[in-house]
């Protein structure tokens, strides 16, 4: 009786703008002697990083662009650690060092930056330190980090931590909130959130 009914998803929820292809030629050009701005380089890094039903990662090239975004400054760089980060944990790119990649989180924290709560959320709830998990979680949502509340929710209403039912419906009520508020925005990343709020 918590969650809301049926909603009209094509109206609300509209896919992100995502690049399908790459045209660029990369022969005898670097990152930095691409021409490219960082905007397009980082969206290049993420696709070769991820690739696509038809194109295989590149996490060589991925790499490479990378480590010359890493010296930018603001979001630019931010976005790129993060993209570290996850080639150090999965061993993508570059050898697996978790150690490195809780550095990465580490600075990132330094700078702000929300989601690495988030991130270190996901690890403790790995190692299953579940209280850890929450702290980190809970700074996540309190940063302005809306999907960690469905993080939270998962814990309470498992309990993985202490919770009385008050507590749990209240972060079920809160995630659910924070969906509609991707939703809202026309984000189709909510639509996994309700998914994992269903199930």
């Given amino acids: 009786g918590i969650l809301p009914p049926d909603l009209d998803y094509k109206k609300v929820c ?12 990369w022969t005898g050009k670097t990152p930095a002697t691409s021409g ?73 924290i330094k700078n702000n930056d929300a989601k690495a709560h988030t991130r270190y959320g996901d690890l403790y709830v790995e190692e299953a330190n579940y209280v850890k998990a ?33 507590e749990i419906d209240s972060m079920i009520i809160q995630a659910q909130d924070a969906a509609m508020q991707y939703l809202v925005r026309g984000n189709c990343h909510a639509l996994s959130l309700f998914g994992l709020m269903y199930g």
């Fill in 36 to 108: 490219l701005s960082p905007e397009h380089l980082i969206k290049l890094a993420r696709f070769y990083y991820n690739g696509n039903g038809k194109i295989a990662p590149d996490y060589k090239l991925s790499g490479e662009i990378v480590d010359y975004l890493l010296q930018q400054t603001g979001p630019i760089r931010n976005e790129a650690l993060f993209l570290r980060y996850d080639m150090l944990l999965k061993g993508n790119a570059f050898p697996q060092n978790t150690n490195m990649a809780k550095e990465i989180l580490d600075e990132l």
């Fill in 14 to 25: 509209t896919l992100p703008e995502t690049l399908q292809k790459d045209d660029f030629d």
């Fill in 134 to 166: 929450v702290e980190h979680y809970k700074k996540a949502f309190m940063g302005g980090e809306p999907t960690a509340s469905m993080a939270l929710a998962y814990l309470y209403h498992d309990k993985k931590v202490p919770a009385t039912q008050e």
